[in-house]
């Protein structure tokens, strides 16, 4: 096994010697470009041959990003202290990791009531009703820990493994590791609603991955992608794809590395196939109208109708086959970020539960009733969490950036549903028990996809990396 393989790694004993390069054996192969496709189809058996699992318990993933940082003690993190001691400066209290600031901020209690919820009784916010009303589900991580509070940098973070970007996406190593289940669908696909987050279009990109792995980006309002709709008949369109073929193999054969040439003809097919799926795989219309309504479709809010409409897509696209597909957020004021409420948090959190909650619950529902929800891991997680205080100065009007604690939910795909997992302090301040990182998180969820975290790498820059880098570790405690 060389350690180009996407399971090698560099340290893995029993070795065994280098095998001719990946370009070498596709440009003398008969095959040629056709064994991308061929991988492709190989990628999940490579993945379970080589897990630390009997089995893949997942095979999916559905992304739901809450960009901007949604607040964990007005969520899913209780703090009833917070409200006992609601307008007392925080260093008064001496939990503050950040003692400068203390005589400028005071304690700020949640708005909302928490009450348990289900069978497990699971703490929800009754800024969540839907969600609250599939608690049972729901594996609530309270003890995330960042690293930097800065929305570009934890975006990166969550979705790269790295604040500093130039890395393949989550979705890209998924993609990667485990192909696509459908030739005519891309193995990720972001759904999104044009606009980027902070950070860039790196948070969706393939970095050195083969460029056939990065996101493929559908809009919820208007036409999903650009040129969806051919322009010329079939029989010109593979003409002319078949002259673009000829004129990249002969540059691909030529070129010290035709490793993004390569990719690039995987796209010129991927996008040729596309033409023909895409179209009716996003179109909810073919949806009964009761899984319409219960997503939201028929919701009076323009932007809990463009949610609802990507979450079900999202559904659609993961029984087709895709492999990984995220959901952003609309942003109903211009912001990029539209869990950022450093001001008006009331008003602006419960404008995004009213966007969201409804429909992400419906996909839980909607997933378990076809039988898909074992088999698809739903994560729900914004790049941070919101102080529990906020400025003396304007007492209650908002939280700002949080890294020290924070809260993400998973569902499906083999997580225990119905329970809370670590804890931070009295105040939310800061995690007192069983802290974990993102890439613990990428650890687990690659895990339950029948992948080992340690051997899904790609030798770049003289080095074999991976999604967790040298950190990472499988949360079992969090595993049905």
Known sequence: MTSSHPFASGSCPGRAPAAPSRRGFLTGSSAGFGMLALSGLLG??????????????ARNVIFCFMDGGPSHVDLFDPKPMLKAH???KIGDTNVSKRSQSDANRVWFGSPWEFRKRGQSGLWVSDLFPRIAEVADELCVVRSMV????????????????????????????????????????????????DWVPNGGLENFGSAYLPASHQATMLRAAGTPVDNIVAADPEALQRRKLALLESQDRRFAAAASDGTAIEALIANYETAFRMQATVPDVIDTNHEPEHVRKLYGLDSADEHQRLYATQALRARRLIEQGVRFVEITCPSFDGNNSPWDQHGQIVQNHAKNALVTEQSVAALIVDLKARGLLDETIVVWAGEMGRTPHTPAVNPGCGRDHH???????????????????????????????????????????????GVDHERLTFRHGGRDHRLTDVHGRVIRDLLG
């Open 44 to 57: 999940p058996k490579a993945a379970a041959a080589t897990s630390a699992t009997a089995r893949p318990r």
């Open 403 to 449: 890294v020290d604690g924070y809260s993400i939910f998973l569902a499906g795909g083999g997580f225990r549903g119905g329970m809370a997992y670590g804890a931070t302090d009295d105040f939310g301040n800061s995690v007192v028990t069983d802290a974990v990182d993102i890439h613990d998180i990428h650890a687990t969820i690659l895990h339950q996809l």
């Open 86 to 88: 609601e307008g007392t």
């Open 146 to 193: 960042g690293e930097l509070p800065l929305h570009g940098q934890q975006n990166l973070l969550l979705h790269t493994g790295r604040i500093i970007g130039s890395a393949p996406s989550f979705g890209a190593w998924v993609s990667y590791g485990l192909g696509t289940e459908n030739d005519n669908l891309p193995g990720y696909v972001v759904l999104n609603n």
